[in-house]
Nanobody, 114 residues
């Protein structure tokens, strides 16, 4: 069994910062943590940022220049540093990983007040 343990969400004012973490637990041999997605109320889940094993990154246009994804290979942990947060960033953020299938974390709420 694989679980993705997410942390770091919360309530912040516009312009503030948060850092999300995602670490796999359980049967993690061969797992690849890809990155972060988010889902706002009434909207579809969308990609926020992904990172390859070699460190290549990809960002949604809406977060480029404000968010930074990084990976600590020793800890098998992926981070999402979110700066200059906007109310439209409010969503549940999900970590995503691949092994025998796609795995999702339980989600962590990010709320940005105006």
């Amino acid at each position: 069994q694989v679980q993705l343990v997410e942390s770091g969400g919360g309530l912040v004012q516009a312009g503030g910062s948060l850092r999300l973490s995602c670490a796999p637990s359980g049967s993690i041999f061969g797992i690849y943590v890809r990155g972060w997605y988010r889902q706002a109320p009434g909207k579809q889940r969308e990609m926020v940022a992904t990172i390859t094993g070699s460190g290549s990154t990809n960002y949604a246009v809406s977060v480029k220049g404000r968010f930074t994804i990084s990976r600590d290979n020793a800890k098998n942990t992926v981070y999402l540093q979110m700066n200059s947060l906007k109310p439209e960033d409010t969503a549940i953020y999900y970590c995503n990983a691949l092994k025998d299938r796609t795995y999702w974390g339980q989600g962590t709420q990010v709320t940005v007040s105006s």
